[in-house]
């Protein structure tokens, strides 16, 4: 399974910002995908998770009301949003993929062991 992410750059403090993630025709459309970032100088952060079918989703305390995850209907293709992006919101992005579990909770998708494949991770830069 490979993941790619894109629609990353610079960006001005305010924009509107939505990053995608592809995946590899082998991928699982059962399988639950997040969202986590590296900050320089902070250790990887969870961001945001969604279930397999889109239905249930997940936020990381620092950007709930702002970030917004979503699936494509094809299920393949999940979107993260930002509004009104923030100059702390610099820092590389990467998405994840795992299937799901029936011995974890939801809640259990904002930690980063439980996602087998990762993305490379897409460059966010927020100038202010």
């Known amino acids: 399974v490979r993941l790619v992410e894109s629609g990353g750059g610079l960006v001005q403090a305010g924009d509107f910002l939505k990053l995608s993630c592809s995946t590899s025709?082998?991928?699982?459309?059962?399988?639950?995908m997040g969202w986590f970032r590296r900050i320089p100088g902070s250790e990887r952060e969870f961001v945001a998770a969604?279930?397999?079918?889109?239905?249930?989703?997940l936020y990381g305390d620092s950007v709930k009301g702002r970030f917004t995850i979503t699936r494509a209907g094809t299920k393949n293709v999940v979107y993260l949003q930002v509004n009104n992006v923030k100059p702390e919101a610099t820092g590389v992005y990467y998405c994840?993929?795992?299937?799901?579990?029936?011995?974890?909770?939801?809640?259990?998708?904002?930690?980063?062991?439980?996602?087998?494949?990762w993305g490379q991770g897409t460059q966010v830069t927020v100038s202010s």
């Open positions: 994840a993929t795992t299937p799901p579990n029936n011995q974890h909770t939801h809640e259990a998708l904002s930690a980063y062991y439980v996602y087998e494949y």
């Open positions: 025709e082998d991928y699982d459309t059962t399988y639950n």
């Open positions: 969604v279930s397999w079918s889109g239905g249930r989703t």
